[in-house]
């Protein structure tokens, strides 16, 4: 597998090839590389021409206090150290993307933009980076008893064809996953560091190995732990997921700022397991506006999770529409809250699927996308959704493109 | 850069204003530096190649860049490249298996910048620990990266060394500003196209191959004995030293050792070549040093003759080797072009033979056979790791039943593959989460490969006409003018292949002398000696003595009558002869035994101890029936690595008491692992018995 030369020169502008060493120049934040890839973009150039003649050519034009010409060069520079780790990381079973592949996460596109990691490192099936799922997040350290409601959760959800969305981290993310992995189910891990040696783990091999499991990383595959590191790999779990599940959360870490975060920016429903640890964070988050999910496995439907309600018991099912919050844009989507789900407003007892489906394709497929990402997007049948594509194109609101077959929306329409 | 500028470096660098630059030379120079290409370089070996990285890595360090990385195979080359380098003025260094010790200071100054071109193996390349912790670290800086005898790469090549798989795909991710150099003296097209598809955008600069001092013949003389007895008429006829290849180690030594009883002054040369004056700090032999040392014989003329297997190989660099012999055939025309080609590169004339044998066909197929793993062996070691978080070797070797060369060359193959099954951590193998199945078809295609390869060398044999011309066109070389100097251009040999009689009934006697030493085994493996309680090392008193086996199964001297005699249940009286002779007249042994007992068998109960009897009559030594086989254990020979060789002897003996006190000859047919011997001999000396000599008839061990 060999990188394009786009992917190189990215690569080489933003990752680490070894432990950070003192004087280097050190590789491009997301930020810093947003501004110079948009700069570049605008330039009519790709990432590619700085590893040709035009190189010098190129960053003469360029300003910038932080990532200047200077540190720009050095970093293109590393085509060694690139060749020596790329080679270590591909041996291993890893692969790379960047957001120019075709496989790069659609979701972490549309709801993080500018701030969607230039690169992932991963290893196993990397069709199961669209899937969606069940994000499930909480501490390292939480007793028995939401251990065990994390392992049903992992079960439950496989045995329902949903995706398992966590960390790998010790506790809840692990034993969510690995529950999910054992009883077959499909599961995505974002990891926030060592997922080098993740890849060649026995917990996560048959899953890797069988192709039911994803493992990615924005980090150097072989960084060691770190806080930061930790902290930020939280939003690419919850804008993998559809819903998201917080077993137990503490006042303040890892799970604490990530489910805020997830409240602010309302990415996907997020739903808090009830616990009678007193000194648990859960109560503060659903006052801030996250809601109770069943405690109990066998009342909790998993569907029903993935539409937010503002204003019910955790037992209601899916067909209680009442007051959802958008769960599926950004802000800068040029769509309002309405637009997005207006179907849901009302309770009439008849609610048009259809218009509703329509309503979401604005969303999903801003970009082309496939059947199996639509359907796995709404959790549809893919003959319900066949049919109504058929009839959303004979109306002209959405195209069809081929070689790959995917369908787009219709700006024009 | 200018051409008269990088000219100026190289007459500055060897202080001589009328050196210039060879043809093709200036061109690849300003490839590299000026418009950091990829190239390959296919150029004779003493055209100069090593003038173009070293110009090169020169004007990158002049630019304030950081070190080339040589990748070379062999310690010969590297140490010539140093010493070439050190004369234009650039530090070179290497580090490598034998420079351990300097190794420390060596990267010092590497971390430091003061190194400007560092040598590498490729095996080194392959090596996680020397990348974290020498590679990496200066990577960044890295100028250039050289691959010497690129032709390693292909699978089309005839030297094809798993370890280059990793080269390419390094190289093939180094982006497109990074400058590479490949060389090589022999590739033929389909070997370079097959490079550059496996690397990728690369140029190409080719020049012509022709070696004019060089004369040619072949000899076909089937059996070994006339071999030997030409090699020794025709190598005192020629005045200048010279090198003899030979197939295996064991023959690179048994040639030897006939030669020096012919008064010729020669010494083997080979991967597992030591000798006691050659020794690590800690007392091991260092093969290396010793390596060294021999090329530096043949070097100063110290020697009349070296021979070697292919481990004295590419890039030693004679300029006043007289002559190159082989005593069997090598595998394909491009090893024998590169090998033969060492022969009269400063001097007028030189002289290349290439005899063949009855036995070349069968090692090739050996080789052949054994150049990968079998399936099964790859896939239980494969199962083995996917249930654990890592093994060591000898944990691997105690949960399978595979030698540790057997499970090292199933580690070997699988860990070069991209993406690859299993990677190496610290000492541990780990399995990686990439699904694995054998590649049959590359496998059948690279052995087909080297049928073809085969077959080509024996048209060498018969050719008719210009044999340099048959060896250029061969290598894809378009000017095929004969040579004029080969024996088919002249019509007469160039050394008589008519061979004394005489010499050959003595080569056929020195054959059937070519008995070996038994090693005695010293180290159990931990945990396989339940009932017998034998750990760690075996106390001196419970240790066999050096024992000897009379001959290599299926060999020219008395091997093949072994085998023979095996198959038909009866070992003849001139093997009890033979073995008499060896006993009495070379072995001699020191605490002359009292007694002979023998290995039972419950298969064959009459084989061995019938041998056995009528060795003991003959040598005038009571036998006495002292072992008794009370287990039916699994066949030894099944048992492929120490532990299971161990675990497999464990209570299957006793020793029926009293035994008598003198020294004991213990008696077998086949040696393998040697286990079985080292076994009873600590249980006969437990039970009270003297010294214990081993000695069998034949050996299968495959480490000889």
């Known amino acids: 597998m060999k990188l394009t030369k786009n992917a190189q020169a990215t690569l080489l502008l933003t990752s680490y090839f070894s432990k950070p060493v003192k004087g280097a120049a050190k590789p491009l934040t997301i930020t810093e590389w947003g501004r110079f890839a948009h700069w570049l973009y605008d330039k009519k150039h790709q990432p590619a021409d700085l590893l040709g003649e035009e190189q010098q050519d190129i960053l003469s034009r360029w300003q910038d206090v932080k990532a200047t010409s200077a540190r720009i060069s050095e970093l293109l520079a590393r085509g060694h150290s690139l060749a020596l780790a790329v080679d270590k990381w591909q041996r291993s079973g890893l692969w790379i993307l960047t957001r120019a592949d075709e496989e790069y996460p659609k979701r972490l596109k549309q709801k993080l933009r500018n701030d969607a990691p230039p690169v992932l490192f991963g290893c196993g099936n990397k069709d199961l980076l669209n899937s969606g799922g069940i994000a499930v997040v909480g501490s390292r350290n939480v007793g028995d008893e939401d251990l065990m409601f994390t392992e049903g959760l992992g079960q439950k959800a496989a045995s329902s064809g949903i995706g398992i969305v966590s960390g790998g981290a010790r506790g809840v993310d692990e034993t969510s996953m690995l529950s999910a992995i054992g009883a ?16 060649t783990s026995a917990k996560w091999r048959n899953g890797l190995i069988q192709g039911n499991t994803v493992l990615i990383s924005p980090f150097y595959p072989e960084a060691g732990f770190n806080a930061g590191n930790a902290m930020s790999r939280n939003k690419y779990i919850y804008t993998l997921s559809d819903a998201a599940v917080v077993v137990h959360s503490g006042t303040k870490g890892g799970t604490w700022n990530g489910a ?14 009830p616990t009678n640890d007193t000194d648990a964070g859960n109560n503060v988050l659903v006052s801030e506006g996250a809601q109770w999910c069943s405690g109990n496995l066998e009342e909790l439907q998993l569907e029903s999770l993935f539409t937010q309600i503002a204003d019910a018991s955790p037992q209601d099912d899916m067909f209680s529409l009442n007051e959802p919050v958008a769960s ?9 809250q309405e637009e997005l789900i207006p179907a849901t407003q009302t309770n009439q007892v008849s609610i048009d699927f259809y218009s509703l489906f329509i309503q979401q394709m604005q969303v999903l497929a801003v970009e082309p996308v496939n059947i199996i990402y639509i359907t796995s997007s709404l959790e549809l049948h893919k003959s319900q959704v066949t049919d109504w594509l058929k009839r959303s194109m004979e109306e002209g609101h959405v195209v069809k493109l081929t070689n790959p077959v995917r369908f787009q929306w219709n700006k024009g329409n | 850069m200018d051409k008269v500028q990088a000219e100026q470096l190289l007459k500055t660098a060897l202080a001589d204003t009328t050196v210039t630059f060879r043809d093709g030379q200036w061109e690849a120079i300003d490839a590299l530096v000026n418009q950091n290409q990829k190239l390959l370089v296919v150029q004779r070996t003493g055209w100069g190649k090593s003038s173009v990285y070293f110009i090169s890595t020169k004007i990158f360090r002049d630019r304030g860049m950081g070190p080339t990385i040589i990748v070379s195979p062999l310690l010969a080359l590297m140490r010539n490249q140093i010493d070439s380098a050190r004369r234009l003025g650039i530090n070179a260094v290497t580090i490598n298996s034998s420079n351990t010790e300097e190794c420390q200071g060596v990267t010092q100054s590497i971390l430091n910048d003061n190194v400007d071109c560092l040598l590498i193996s490729p095996e080194k390349l392959a090596n996680d620990s020397f990348i974290e912790t020498v590679l990496q670290p200066i990577s960044d800086r890295v100028a250039l990266m050289v691959i010497d005898e690129a032709h390693c790469i292909s699978d089309w090549g005839h030297d094809f060394r798993p370890d280059y798989r990793r080269i390419v795909n390094i190289i093939s991710n180094l982006p497109a500003n990074t400058p590479v150099l490949g060389t090589t003296a022999t590739a033929n097209n389909r070997v370079v196209e097959d490079i550059q598809t496996q690397l990728g955008e690369i140029q190409i600069q080719r020049g012509p191959l022709i070696r004019d001092s060089l004369g040619l013949q072949t000899n076909i003389l089937p059996d070994q004995a006339s071999r030997l007895a030409w090699l020794a008429q025709s190598i005192p006829q020629i005045r200048e030293t010279g090198i003899v290849y030979a197939l295996t180690t064991r023959d690179a030594d048994q040639v030897a050792a006939w030669l020096r009883q012919n008064n010729i002054n020669a010494l083997s040369y080979h991967g597992k070549v030591t000798h006691p004056d050659f020794t690590f700090d800690n007392g091991a032999r260092d093969s290396n040093a010793y390596r060294q040392y021999l090329e530096e014989m043949l070097l100063r003329n110290d020697l009349d003759v070296l021979v070697a297997t292919t481990a004295l190989g590419m890039g030693y660099d004679k300029p006043d080797l007289g002559f ?12 024998y072009y590169q090998q033969v080609g060492r022969a009269g590169r400063g001097i007028d004339n030189a002289v290349g033979v290439l005899l063949s044998g009855r036995e070349d066909q069968d090692i090739h197929d050996f080789f052949r056979g054994t150049a990968f793993p079998a399936e099964y062996q790859v896939n239980e070691i494969l199962d083995v790791l996917a249930g654990c978080d890592g093994l060591s070797v000898p944990r691997l070797e ?7 060369g057997q499970i090292e060359k199933v580690l070997k193959l699988l860990r ?10 610290g000492s541990q193998w780990r399995r990686t989460p990439v699904p694995y199945r054998m590649d049959r078809a590359r496998i059948a295609h690279l052995t087909q490969q080297r049928e073809q390869e085969w077959q080509e060398i024996q048209n060498y044999m018969e050719e008719p006409n210009c044999l340099m011309s048959f060896l250029r066109d061969a290598l894809d070389d378009d000017d095929l003018t004969p040579c004029g100097k080969c024996e088919n251009c002249l019509n007469e040999e160039l050394i008589s292949s008519v061979v004394d009689s005489r010499l050959v009934h003595q080569a056929a006697i020195f054959l059937k002398h070519a008995e070996r030493i038994i090693k005695p085994r010293i180290q159990v493996a931990s945990n396989a000696f339940v009932e017998y309680g034998f750990r ?20 020219a001297g008395w091997g093949k009558m072994v085998a023979d005699n095996k198959h038909d249940n009866h070992f003849s009286d001139e093997l009890v002869d033979a073995t008499v002779e060896l006993i009495q007249e070379r072995w001699q042994p020191e605490d002359f035994p009292t007694w002979v007992c023998c290995v039972p068998s419950l298969n064959h109960t009459e084989l061995v101890p019938n041998f056995a009897q009528r060795l003991a009559a003959r040598l005038g030594l009571p036998f006495v029936d002292a072992v008794e086989k009370v287990r039916v254990n699994a066949p030894q020979k099944a048992q492929q690595n120490r532990f299971h060789q161990c675990r497999n002897l464990d209570g299957a003996f006793n020793i029926e008491e009293p035994v008598p006190e003198g020294s004991v000859f213990l008696v077998d047919d086949i040696v393998d692992s040697g286990w079985t011997l080292t076994v009873l001999a600590a249980l006969l000396q437990q039970a009270g018995s003297g010294k214990v000599y081993p000695v069998a008839l034949a050996s299968t061990s495959v480490s000889d």
């Open chain 2, 416 to 425: 070069v593959e991209n993406p690859a099954p299993v990677i190496k951590v």
């Open chain 1, 260 to 273: 805020r975060e997830n409240i602010k920016k309302q990415w996907v429903p997020l739903w808090i397991k």
């Open chain 2, 398 to 404: 105690e949960q399978t039943n595979l030698s540790k």
């Open chain 1, 184 to 199: 077959g189910g499909n599961v995505i891990g974002i990891m926030a560091d060592s997922l080098l040696r993740a890849a």
């Open chain 2, 324 to 335: 190159v012999f082989h005593y069997q055939a090598p595998g394909s025309i491009v090893s």
């Open chain 1, 328 to 336: 599926s844009a950004s802000s800068s989507e040029a769509l309002t």
């Open chain 2, 536 to 555: 760690g090392n075996l106390p001196e008193a419970l240790r066999a003595q050096p024992g000897r086996v009379l001959s290599r199964w299926g060999d």
